[in-house]
């Protein structure tokens, strides 16, 4: 019980440090609001199509951006994809970098761009440790028997 | 024989002198003895001489006088001794007796003269009486006679019979030749003959009040004599040379009800008279005598009163009269006023139909038109027919609102509401305005405000829109505030309206509203005229403003029927103004506690989505499983699309809601709108559509707008707003949120 305990405090602590870096915003919150006995893994699916939409979405851009004459039209559907998705799960920074990314598109500045993606997968591959963490904390207090705690 | 001195009785000298002497000698003697009998013989009758023993002596007295002379018979001739003694005898008693009846006589002597006296005093007296008792007898007599007037007099209520029953009474019992009454004029300068015992019908005579004779009986309150000359007591033609005999007339005050006061009795200063005017028969050398005179003034007296009596029946026979006129009057007056109302009720029922079928074709066909494809200025003026003719619906409506409140047929809707949504709201649908006009709207909800209340959620939105409405409409620059709070007993009073008492209960309380603004303000005389239908406020800087002037009055008819009072304050024009009202509301059963920490507020019984068919259309994988999850938790039934086709597809009548997400990139979400519009054609088939969208700017909402989109939701949303969403689209199936 004691082990519980200690879990669960710790998983408030790093939930909390989250937010407080900005890494996660209410809509991340809002999303654990929406799990419940009919959809207990709801947070988990809808943060692993997140991942696997934004790596396919990272292509993508790659793609388009090695291109001859870059089809900012095109980067900036990827973009706003990719600024659709974070924004929808609560991954503020990535959501930061999405919206200066799209205005580097409108003025065509591809080194800019080109930055901006580099910048969008570092903050990407942050977050993405980061709740993967978050995940592993509420798996190991759940197979210790407790409840994860509700913020 | 001696000498003896006695005269020897010789017969023949004087013989004839003897006999003669000797004949007298016998009659004395014979009268003597006669006289005391006949007095013995009547004091024996007499039963009240009282000196009976006077008497006795006296007749001693006589008959020995008689004795004496009787014996002196024997002694003109030669007598005897004997004789003599007898004689001396007799001569000695009778000088007794006389000398003692001498002496007693001069004691009865005064007092038989003293008897005398008295008797006369007595007659005196017994004449006296006589006199005195004739007096009284005829004074009761009088007394007699006047409660018999009286009582005819008083027996009766009509003024005629009054009169003429005085007249006829007074007639006979004073054995009167005439008797006539002259009553005043209305003008009140001329007396007029009204009453006669005599002649059936006087016509007519009137003569000038200020005849002196007149003003002298009018002074006094007693009958006067007057002369049968004088004009009032001319009333026959004088036949010939009989003398008219005396004429009496006394004055009949004459009481008017206005003189008649509660507490005091009528004041006899009064200044109309009538005149009674009374003839003795014209040759009977009748007088007028005292008693008479008085009979005839109490009978003025009571005449005067049962005048009055008989005058204020007339009076409330008169306004009984006029009361019953009146009703009749009211009555006929109500029936019509209800067959008005019944028949302009008729009217409104059928205008109501009339007007609205119309309006409903050009709002519907107008919408209709919108959707289709026009050019800019087509769709221009599409959009101006659809504004005017929302403006006249709202016109419409709010014209049968009030025929309908004033007919006290519009009742509440009553249901538990979040008090603080409700201002939220208002505040949001007016923030778009007041910023336009650079105003500072500031909301502000007392701690103590409950969240829930009781009571017309969409009449006090409504109310509160129109205050709120009308600060901004008049307000060119700086700032408007609303104030909300639970009003206690002493805020409850107000001195401009003293006949509102409210109570406070524990099921109740008083929510009071302040909307401030620093606007154009109203001057002081203006103000009541705020609430009157149709009267605007005709200052210049307002005068471009639209609006019926019907919105105040609504207003101040919905916070009637909710138990409450509205009023306006300003110090003047330019000086701003505050709207305040007050309403009843309910408290309502507390809520359901555990679930509330959960779980956001329960807004209403409608938090209830379960099987409710939705579409959600989302090219991005992401967003779409955030949206579904959000609505499956609302209980409904969701189905996913990733494009416009599939969506067109799936999406059936069945589907209530359309949720699609329009992001910049194409304009698929708008065709598909489109083509949903197309897909249903009649309004009740079709799904509504909402468009879910990061985008703040005003372009996409009016594309929404303009492909016919029942709503915009702005991304993220959470799961109150959804819920919220879901709520009102639901309800109003129109939901655009303020940008």
Known sequence: MDNVIQLQKKLVDYKTSLFNEGILDDQFTQLQQLQDESNPDFVVEVVSLFFKDSERLFDELAKTLDQQNVDFNRLDAHVHQLKGSSSSIGAQR??????????????????????CLQQLKREYYFVKNKLETLFKLEKQIMEAGGTIPVQ | ???????????????????????????????????????????????????????????????????????????????????????????VLTAVVSCATALMLVHIIPDLLSVKTRELFLKNKAAELDREMGLIRTQEETGRHVRMLTHEIRSTLDRHTILKTTLVELGRTLALEECALWMPTRTGLELQLSYTLRQQNPVGYTVPIQLPVISQVFTSNHAVKISPNCPVARLRPLAGKYMPGEVV?????????????????????????????????SDSARQWHVHELELVEVVADQVAVALSHAAILEESMRARDLLMDQNIALDVARREAETAIRARNDFLAVMNHEMRTPMHAIIALSSLLQETELTPEQRLMVETILKSSNLLATLINDVLDLSRLEDGSLQLQLGTFNLHAVFKEVLNLIKPIASVKKLLVALNLAPDLPEY????????????????????????????????????????????????????????????????????????????????????????????SNGSGLGLAICKRFVNLMEGHIWIESEGLGKGCTAIFIVKLGIPESLNESKLSFMPKMSGPQTNFTGLKVVVMDDNGVSRSVTKGLLVHLGCDVMTV??????????????????MDVGLPGMDGYDLAIHIHQKFTRRHERPLIVALTGNTDKVTKENCMRVGMDGVILKPVSLEKMRSVLLDLLEHRVLFEAI
Not at chain 1, 94 to 115: A, D, P, S, T
Not at chain 2, 265 to 273: N, V
Request: proline letters at 5%; a positive charge; one cysteine or more.
């Open chain 2, 1 to 91: 024989m001696e000498s003896c001195n006695c005269i020897e009785p010789q017969w023949p000298a004087d013989e004839l002198l003897m006999k003669y002497q000797y004949i007298s000698d016998f009659f004395i003697a014979l009268a003597y003895f006669s006289i005391p009998l006949e007095l013995i013989y009547f004091v024996k009758k007499s039963a009240v001489f009282p000196y009976r023993w006077v008497l006795v002596q006296f007749g001693a007295f006589i008959v020995l006088c008689g004795a004496t002379h009787l014996i002196n018979l024997w002694t003109f001739s030669m007598h005897s001794r004997t004789v003599a003694i007898v004689m001396t005898t007799s001569k």
């Open chain 2, 642 to 659: 990733g494009s416009s086709e599939e969506c067109l597809r799936v999406v059936s009548q069945e589907h209530k809601v359309v949720f």
């Open chain 1, 94 to 115: 990535v959501q930061k970098v999405c919206i200066l990314f799209r205005n580097y598109c409108e003025v065509r500045n591809i080194e800019e761009c080109l930055k």
């Open chain 2, 249 to 281: 007339a006394v004055r009949v005050p004459l009481l008017h009800l206005s003189n008649f006061q509660i507490n005091d009795w009528p004041e006899l200063s009064t200044k109309r008279y009538a005149l009674m005017v009374l003839m003795l028969p």
């Open chain 2, 453 to 544: 209340a009781v009571g017309d959620e969409k009449r006090l939105m409504q109310t509160l829109l129109n205050v709120v409405g009308n600060a901004v409409k008049f307000t060119k620059e700086g700032n408007i505030s609303i104030t909300a709070f639970v009003a206690k007993s002493e805020s409850l009073r107000d001195s401009r309206a003293p006949e509102f008492f409210p109570v406070p209960s524990d099921s109740h309380f008083y929510l009071r509203v302040q909307v401030k603004d620093s606007g154009s303000g109203i001057s002081p005389q203006d103000i009541p005229k705020s609430f009157t239908k149709f009267a605007q406020n005709q200052s210049i800087a307002t005068r471009n």
